[in-house]
């Protein structure tokens, strides 16, 4: 089983340009969400989506759009990048509502200079 | 605002000895308090969740404890082992409506001394 998918792994950004990380899971989740973890910080919530054709903003989305047209995936975009979008993102997704148990990508290391 | 912390950045054990993390939380409201492993280059994986109505979980080689009154939660590993050497998160699953999103701490990070 793959479970959840991130593309790219790895990605060095100029300031102003825009890009699409995109996740991909297999396991028929209903709930997809973005984070982004940087150098001695925890986890932080970008956007998430309890199902397709769904977002909702989290703790830090500024700088970020989303969508999730289809369930399995869920695309994280950045329109203009800045150095301080330079992160580690994690994507993940759960069964539902009362599932404490996420899957995780591998992460999407992104560099903006 | 609220959020989940931890006391400690690191701590360091030795191989057979059993290790005990701990986490400061302040949202009273969650419904569940969960840990999660970070190895090196990966995606955190799940260890075990606790009801918030509950005091004690136990899993295999793993018990969760949590205090409500002073807001602690910890995560005790019996016989630690290499393989446990990663950073470990808290995380709570917050109970607002529509809002079920984890929210993690800082982390621990583990070093199990051979």
């Known amino acids: 089983n793959a479970g959840v998918t991130q593309t790219p792994k790895f990605r060095v950004l100029k300031t102003g340009q825009s890009m699409t990380l995109l996740c991909a899971q297999d396991m028929n989740h209903e709930y997809m969400y973005w984070y982004r973890q940087d150098p001695g910080m925890g986890l932080r919530l970008i956007h998430y989506s309890v199902g397709e054709g769904t977002t909702a903003k989290g703790e830090v989305p500024d700088g970020y759009n989303v969508s999730r047209l289809k369930k399995q995936n869920f695309l994280l975009g950045l329109e203009s990048a800045a150095p301080s979008q330079t992160s580690v993102y994690f994507c993940?997704?759960?069964?539902?509502?009362?599932?404490?148990?996420?899957?995780f990508g591998q992460g999407t290391r992104l560099t903006v200079v | 605002g609220e959020s989940v912390g931890l006391h400690l950045p690191t701590l360091s054990v030795q191989e057979g000895d059993n290790s005990i993390i701990n986490c400061a939380y302040s949202?009273?409201?969650?419904?569940?308090f969960i840990w999660y492993k970070q190895e090196s280059g990966k995606g955190p994986q799940f260890i075990i969740d606790i009801r918030s109505n509950m005091d004690k979980r136990q899993g295999q080689r793993v018990t969760v404890l949590l205090n409500k009154t002073v807001k602690h939660l910890s995560l005790q590993i019996a016989a630690t082992q290499p393989g446990d050497s990663a950073v470990y998160f808290c995380a709570e699953n917050k109970g607002d409506t529509g809002r079920r999103a984890l929210t993690f701490g800082s982390g621990t990070r583990l070093q199990v001394q051979p």
């Open positions: 993940a997704s759960s069964y539902g509502i009362e599932s404490t148990e996420a899957f």
């Open positions: 949202n009273s409201a969650s419904d569940y």
